[in-house]
């Protein structure tokens, strides 16, 4: 049993398909195979059931897939600490985002950061849901991810830098348009653009309506919260988003307006990695300099 079997079964697991993985790692599917059989040969038992479109791990092979995971993203943190340490002030920051999290959180840091630290390169990954940030860290050398806090994940410290209120982007003509901020009551019959299918911010939007008694209707769906307040400009309905800190407000002969919409939990944003205490200096300070420049 080598780590390079462990390495590709946790990736085959995660896939469910030995041809995708071989395509990832340019090499035949019957390698990839051969890594499977010799771990089933040294743990004496069937790890990965086949079907018809693709490969799913057996219940020993979940057992192996957990402890495999942690422990390679363990072994690669300590690597990376260790090159970090020879390296010194240069080496890089590897950090997992979402399609607008640098436009709004992150712009300033990272301009103060590349001042405080010229040596050290940033890399960032566009993911498309907290759930993707959170597969990245593990799968991966990353080390930060930029998430919409949500409900405990095993093996990942989670971290709020900030917490963000809800506002309502309604069209000029709305007759909320004028209001100072709107009641939750107030949705109830409006026409919603939704937030991303499956993502974070839905499920706690969903469940802050709940709490509040209010089903709105959603007849228009998006990709991120940028998509919906261009929506919303345009006309095709209202949309309720996050106020992230460089949230443009449309001047008063605009298309759109922001109205705050209280009763309704505000959205916590932060950091995520597997472990705060094996953080790189550098991807410490990294982090340490985005929640100074999003709490000022």
């Known amino acids: 049993m080598t780590l390079d079997d462990l390495r590709v079964f946790v990736a085959v ?4 398909s030995l041809s995708a993985v071989a395509r ?3 090499c035949t599917q019957s390698a990839v ?3 499977v059989r010799r771990l089933e040969r040294e743990t004496g038992v069937a790890l990965l059931e086949r ?3 693709g490969v799913v791990p057996t219940a020993a092979g979940r057992v192996l897939q ?3 995971s942690e422990g390679i993203a363990g072994l690669d943190l300590a690597l990376r600490r260790l090159k970090d340490l020879v390296d010194g002030e240069s080496g890089s920051v590897r950090v997992a985002t979402g399609a607008t999290t640098v436009r709004h959180f992150m712009a300033d840091a990272v301009v103060t950061f590349r001042r405080q630290h010229p040596k050290v390169s940033l890399e960032f990954r566009t993911e498309n849901s907290s759930r993707g940030c959170f597969a990245a860290l593990a799968d991966s050398e990353l080390d930060l ?3 919409t806090i949500g409900s405990p994940v095993r093996g990942i410290e989670q971290r709020v830098v900030m917490e963000l209120p809800w506002v309502l982007a309604v069209p000029a003509g709305e007759a909320l348009a ?3 901020y709107a009641e939750a009551d107030d949705l109830r019959d409006l026409r919603l653009i939704r937030l991303p299918p499956n993502s974070t911010s839905a499920a706690h939007l969903d469940a802050a309506f709940a709490e509040v008694g209010v089903r709105p209707v959603f007849d228009t769906s998006v990709a991120d919260w940028d998509t919906a307040l261009l929506l919303a400009e345009l006309g095709l309905g209202c949309a309720v988003v996050p106020a992230v800190p460089d949230l ?3 001047g008063v002969e605009g298309p759109v307006r922001l109205i705050p919409v209280r009763d309704l939990w505000p959205l916590a944003v932060g950091w995520a990695v597997r472990r705060w205490d094996a953080l790189s200096p550098s991807a410490r300070a990294f982090a340490e300099t985005v929640s100074d420049s999003c709490r000022g």
Do not use: F, K, N
């Open 13 to 16: 697991c995660r896939a469910g």
């Open 24 to 26: 990832d790692l340019a």
């Open 33 to 35: 195979s051969q890594h």
């Open 51 to 53: 079907h018809a479109r």
């Open 66 to 68: 957990a402890a495999a």
């Open 145 to 147: 991810a930029w998430i």
């Open 178 to 180: 004028g209001r100072a």
């Open 248 to 250: 443009a407000v449309p």
